[in-house]
């Protein structure tokens, strides 16, 4: 069998099994899987692609995050570039999640998964940790990331989707993961369950320093915060911890440019001064990162907000 085919068979699988998520992006009706289409009952349809996506966008919607750019992430986070966090997101969910029985399935949505190399390593790390199921979904707006992920990793569901618009059914979610991406609170609190998990990873002030210094003049674009981000998610969450990671790795010249291309940061960079500093003073890179795990606020009664005791 064809490798396309492969990977069409193995989507329509993953996605069979989960049908009840997913609502139609239109009209909001429940969805079914027909042949290598999403119909739902006012036969709005999708189609599955032949590398076992599902673009769930009502129309095209531009985005920089092209495909130089997630292949150089990728390269970035095969190479252990952000395993450091990766792990210790997971040891998060594992305290979080201890109670759950065995043969539980653990429903994960990385919200804003670029190429999807981010979620692979969370479910890979998980596993080893835990004998729970994992089901692993990775939602991006942009079309050369989820090619990529589902290329790469066709054994979760991909979906080319739009935060504001979240193609799924009320209180699907065990777990949301928001790594370094926008965020779109209303849904994430609609789609995740009551009892589930919100894990937020934000850029600290020294993430990526060493860019910032040699191609930024600047000071507001060399300095950065994210006291009004956390200010935002504590009022739409509440916090159950906050975690401070930063680290320094080692960069080697072949790998300065795969690095600068990997982050939005280069949106704002001449290319030319690139090629001009191709050979940069750059032997490390820091990795400065706010990991904060946060419930939804539930309501009693009375409408008043409930928070959760630790």
Known sequence: MPE???KIELAKRFIAENIKIFRCPVCSEQMLLKGNSLLCLNKHCFDLSRKGYLNLLMHSISSKYDRQMLNSRKIITQQGFFQAFIERIGDIIIREIKE?????TVRILDA????GSNLVSLLSY???KSNLKFIGIGLDISREGIHIASISYPGNIWLVADLANCPFNDQQFDIIINILSPANYAEFKRILKDSGLF???LPGSNYLQEIRK???TKKEKREYSNEGVIALLERNFNIISKDHLMYKKDIDQDNQITLLEMTPLSWNINKQDIKQKQHLEMKQITVDLTIIAAKKQLKNNYGYGLRKKR
């Open 112 to 115: 804003g998964c670029g190429e």
């Open 4 to 6: 396309r085919i492969k």
């Open 126 to 128: 998980l596993s080893s």
């Open 100 to 104: 759950k029985k065995t043969k539980t």
């Open 214 to 216: 040699i191609f930024y």
């Open 199 to 201: 894990i937020k990873v």
